[in-house]
């Protein structure tokens, strides 16, 4: 069984331009969620899907940042325009709909703003 | 809401000797409790969590972590480590099936 994919695994941007992060959950896995890590900060959680539709976005930071799910299956997070502060690590985690919460997640995305 | 405070952001340790990754938690109602660890270039891994039941908890690498309600703390124990336990250990809270607040995580090095 695949794991979490996320692309790209690296990216680095000047400030006001657009990047485009795409993740692959475990097939099957329903739930899937953003979180992001700001160096020396801890991770922060961004938002949950539950297939297709928005369940919590409350740690969205503004609305530089949207996020979809068509579908139900993979997603992206899009970041327009990328200031200074987006630079940090984007992790994906997906989970069953039903069970115990394990959030199995991804190798991560380390965007870098210039 | 939730919070999570790691005491030890950098945890040195010689290999074969025991550690503690300590891990406190706020919370005004019921959470599950998770330790992640995260191997160098690598993703997030879950190491072991408590749901439920037994307040002590082990992984199957000799981990162990015990669930105390009282102090709400959840740190984590190995009692002899090795080279390869050298990581970063995020403790996580959940109270539901949805998203996990995490510590700031401890940097593990386990020196020969």
């Known amino acids: 069984e695949a794991g979490v994919t996320q692309f790209p695994s690296h990216s680095v941007i000047e400030k006001g331009q657009t990047v485009t992060l795409r993740c692959d959950p475990i097939?099957?896995?329903?739930?899937l969620y953003w979180y992001r890590r700001v160096m020396g900060k801890e991770i922060k959680f961004l938002l949950h899907?539950?297939?297709?539709?928005?369940?919590?976005e409350s740690g969205m930071p503004n609305n530089r940042f949207l996020a979809e799910r068509t579908g139900g299956t993979y997603s992206t997070l899009k970041v327009q325009p990328a200031e200074l502060e987006d630079s940090g690590v984007y992790f994906c985690?997906?989970?069953?709909?039903?069970?115990?919460?394990?959030?199995?997640f991804g190798p991560g995305t380390r965007l870098t703003v210039l | 809401a939730q919070s999570v405070t790691q005491l030890d952001s950098q945890v040195p340790v010689f290999e074969e000797a025991p550690v503690e990754l300590r891990c406190n938690y706020s919370?005004?109602?019921?959470?599950?409790l998770f330790w992640y660890v995260q191997y160098p270039n690598q993703g997030l891994q879950l190491l072991l969590k408590?749901?439920?039941?037994?307040?002590l908890v082990e992984s199957i690498n000799g981990f162990e972590a015990e669930f105390n309600k009282s102090q709400t703390s959840f740190h984590l124990r190995k009692p002899s480590v090795h080279i390869s336990d050298t990581a970063e250990y995020f403790c996580?809270?959940?109270?539901?099936?949805?998203?996990?607040?995490f510590g700031q995580g401890t940097i593990l090095t386990v020196h020969p």
């Open positions: 985690a997906s989970s069953h709909l039903s069970g115990n919460n394990e959030q199995f």
């Open positions: 097939s099957g896995h329903d739930n």
């Open positions: 899907f539950v297939k297709e539709s928005k369940q919590d």
């Open positions: 919370s005004s109602v019921s959470v599950y």
């Open positions: 408590y749901l439920s039941g037994s307040t």
């Open positions: 996580a809270v959940s109270a539901s099936y949805g998203k996990l607040t």
